[in-house]
């Protein structure tokens, strides 16, 4: 069988009729497999860069008619070539999957120094992949607090987030922690638009220094002044002929700009599944989550942005109709119970009654006079051209639980493919590819798998599913993905350990389902994801640990 003719559907067709792709592969061949000998190759490549001679060798397998998983190995004649993988140039965009690449240099795979060994861990903190995981954890919490489980920390900056933007008082000193006066005051002085991201934040940081332990509102004054003026460092409000402005020399609207673009992103995403005013109020649960937008910018993913919209809306999606099915089950309980009627209260006025909704767009046509209509087309996000056009508004709780379980028995009902369970699915091994060991053993420890759910789970985020498994598994499958990728798996109950015999059985179930784990010690479970060196958690969640300690 003809590689080429079958793989034509995944590659990209720019590379069909491409003779420089084509004459740079050497050779291949099928590989020697019993069971699907035709449709398994191996392809080697070779090409010059940087006038260094890189030789790939590609294993492709033809899992099912959307994808194909693929494993890369560049070989090297020198430390200094360069390394790149180019799947990601040769197929389509989520038509393929496959681990990191091997490394051969010199007829040796290379060997990792202990400085090597911290990059390879920087990158991986820093990588696409575990921002995306990261942001979805801090919307995760974020949401919580619409059905009243949220913790104290998502309480204190939901009212921080409100107290920044309401005026409830006049005094002198109240303007200086809220974020309308003193834009007000900035646009009297004529401060001019490419210069009111940088004020914002230099003001905001040092306000929040200065004031934290005065007034609870600085706590998200800050992150939501970055969030409304980034908006004028978007790509597309460049005048045209002028270039992008190098992160070097001015990093923190940078870093506000491009973390803009990507909350914009997600939110345009979220629309296509939910009303514009629920998509729209994505930045509100990151805040209340702890989602720095500064940081959410700080990384490069450059090709990879799609993915990360894709993916981060994906799991988004996925966790509210989640959230959803949970309610419904609580609210069937309360309905069959003896006592309803004051349940019923109970479970209304579990969570708040409305949450603040921040416009970037709204803030820029009135900072800088233009028109939004215009301002909308002109960045591509359509989704806020029928929300209310106001800096600041409110978005009723109940609004966002119906339109979740709205969506819920819509898929539930629907014959089509549910477009965010199959990416999940489909992307798992590569969203997890960061997860070590010892993390897949403790976050999978205390399931109690009756299903075999937990089994299939495994398989699918380690690339070893079958095609018709990821075809026909259940929602069950999918939350126990999000878990163990999102660290929200069971954990055991404080203050009761459970018995030794008890513990040797799931630690014994632990090793039927990762025989590979056997040399994971037994004894304190690790502590679960936290900020990389608080490195994306807003800078008022480090600054109020400070002064608690």
Known sequence: MDIFAVLASYLREELIHNDEFFFSITEFFDSPSETCATDKWVLRRSYIEELYTINEEFEIEVRDHEHVRCTLKLTLQNQDAPRKDTREEIFKTRAWYGPDPDVEVNGQLEALSTSNAKHRAD???????????????????GIQILVGKSGQCQRQRLAGLEGCLIQSRIDKEDEITQLIPFFEKLKINGEKVDTICSTTHEHTKDLEQKKASIHRSTASMHNVGCYLTGITKHRNLLPDGQPMPSKGKNRPAFNCGRGVERILGVSSKLAEYYSDDLAISTFTFLEIGACGVTRLGAFAPDKHEKFFCDAAA??????????????EEAKQVIVNSTNSEVDQIALCKGGVNHVPVMNPFAFHAWFAEEDYDSLCAKLGHMAF?????EIFSQLSTSTIIRQACERL?????????????SFILHNAPRLAKHITKTQMATRTLHYQDKDGNLKLAVRVLKGDALPQELTTASMAVVYIIIDILLDRCPKPKKGQPPPKLRRASKRQRTLELLPGYADIPTGPQQQPLHWPNSGFQSEADSNSQVQRA
């Open 409 to 421: 028995a819509n898929m539930s009902k629907s014959l089509t493919t549910d477009t965010s369970k």
């Open 385 to 389: 051209i029928n929300v209310p056009r």
């Open 123 to 141: 990158d991986g903190q820093n990588s696409t992949e575990n921002r995306i995981l990261l942001m979805v954890k801090s919307y995760v919490k």
């Open 314 to 327: 994906s799991l988004i999606d996925l966790s509210l109709r989640r959230l959803a099915s949970s309610y």
